[in-house]
C-alpha cells in the first residue's frame, strides 16, 4: 500500500504562484510514476502532469510552460509548481502513484484563483 499526502493549496490571486507537494509513505519502491491530476467544479477530471521514476516528465498540452513537476527522492516527495495562474485553475489538485497494477491517490488539495 501506498499513501500520498497532498498539501500547498490555497487561496491565491492570478498571475501568483504556489506549489503544491505529495508527500509518498508506504511501498513506495513499487510505484513506477508519479503524477496530479486536477478537478475543476463540474468538470471531469484530468491529468495535469507526471514524472516517471527515471524522472521523464510529461505534462497536458494546456499548462505547459505553466506546470513544472519535479521531486525529491530523498524525501520521497513530487512537487507541482504553478506559475501565472489563472481562474481556469481553480480545482481540487490529486496526486496519484501508479506501481504498474493500479494506482492511488491522495486526498487531494483545493487551490482556488481570484481575478
Known amino acids: 500500500q501506498v499513501q500520498l499526502v497532498e498539501s500547498g493549496g490555497g487561496l491565491v490571486q492570478a498571475g501568483e504562484s504556489l506549489k503544491l507537494s505529495c508527500a509518498a509513505s508506504?511501498?513506495?519502491?513499487?510505484?513506477?510514476?508519479m503524477g496530479w491530476y486536477r478537478q475543476a467544479p463540474g468538470k471531469q477530471r484530468e491529468l495535469v502532469a507526471t514524472?516517471?521514476?527515471?524522472?521523464?516528465?510529461e505534462y497536458r498540452v494546456s499548462v505547459k510552460g505553466r506546470f513544472t513537476i519535479s521531486r525529491d527522492i530523498a524525501k520521497n516527495t513530487v512537487y507541482l509548481m504553478i506559475t501565472s495562474l489563472q481562474t481556469g485553475d481553480t480545482a481540487t489538485y490529486y496526486c496519484?502513484?501508479?506501481?504498474?497494477?493500479?494506482?492511488?491517490w491522495g486526498q487531494g488539495t483545493q487551490v482556488t484563483v481570484s481575478s
Open positions: 514524472i516517471t521514476r527515471d524522472g521523464r516528465t
Open positions: 496519484i502513484g501508479d506501481d504498474g497494477d493500479g494506482q492511488y
Open positions: 508506504g511501498s513506495i519502491l513499487s510505484i513506477s510514476a
